[in-house]
């Protein structure tokens, strides 16, 4: 890791790079979307009317903001630092991937577009876009692999229930990959009348900085409630990392407060070997996916490889560009959790906490355990709590071995 003296670039330039990372990867038929998209995202965010629907939407249909919680007894099993936590699991939908759908189907309605198309895998992504289209009207396409179609039934079913149309991907590994790719053919076919709602911090610019800045309510509202209810700011926060949407959006309000440790965790998954995790600002090099240069695990000859983690929702091979940025300007320090670590992380917070957590987020737990253990009792360690785990608890029960082992 380098680490570069010059101050923290916090937005894209002209051609949708974060320092050496971003840009856009995509055909000639998306540039002109894609333009259209970037000038109706900065007319909107100067305009009150749409701000003020976006903020109302936050507070009561999502139920904004989210609580900032102190964690008494996982602090007391840490014995260190005190230890607080970003409730993103009591958002409507039971995570953070609200705000940006919301956020990105009220640009579509400002652009005149009727439908949105968007790729899932764990199905998460899905259910939220479903969600923000029923909420508004619009005509829903999720494309989402054959393979995670049958292993993600219960939100194939929240989809279709809300009027989405599931679209089965019969391609390549039936799978995320293959889901991507198959929204981007879809939306080169369609972007007179539809938008593309991408998950996560990634896709070519301005995905990446418009899908930050929808998802930093959260880094605001963490900020303004650390002062309140501490009296200061934290000393670390701590986030996992999947595309890097929920870290984004928690960093990003403190990226200029150079005293707040900032920290992403990676899916360590069973090893360290290519193909056993989903870690690649730990262990992948830059190169180009799903229209921007980033960090990307990939092997000797530039394939993207093949990626596995406990949780569905951080199984992805590449990670949003402003994280690399941040990684090689030594501004965040990234690390990885492995499964096991994940797991016996989210049983500790359960029986601690009274609240289940997301698989994805108890990466960021295990973590945030150790990292308070290692600091005195006057610091403050922030957890982003990205989801609730309800979605995980046939898996969690399944690898825990049953509930008589518990
Ligand atoms: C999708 C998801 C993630 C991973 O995505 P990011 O873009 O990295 O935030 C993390 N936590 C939960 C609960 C998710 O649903």
Redesign the pocket.
Known sequence: MSTSTSPIITNPDANGYFGQFGGVYIPETLITAVRALEAAYNDAINDTAFTGEFEELLKVYVGRPTPLQFARRLTARAGGAQIWLKR??LAHT????INNSLGQALLTKRMGKKRIIAETG?G??GVATATAAACMDLQCDVFMGTEDIRRQRPNVQRMKLMGANVVPVESGSCTLKDATNAAMRDWMATSENTHYII????GPHPFPMIVRNF?SVMGREARQQCLEQIGRLPDQIV???????????IFYPFINDTQVGLVGVEAGGRSQILGDHAAPLNFGQPGVLHGSLSYVLQNDDGQTSDVHSI?A??D?PGV?PEHSYWHDAGRVRYTACTDEAALDAFKAFTRDEGILP?L??SHAIAHALDLASSLPKEQVVLINV???GDKDLDEAIRLLGGTESL
Do not use: F, I, M, T
Request: aromatic share 2%.
């Open positions: 993103e699991d039971g995570a953070h991937k764990a998460q992504h998950g996560s911090v990634v998802q986030a996992c990392v999947g595309g890097g949407s929920n870290a984004a959006g949780s929702g951080l992805y949003g997301a994805e987020s990205s989801g609730r």
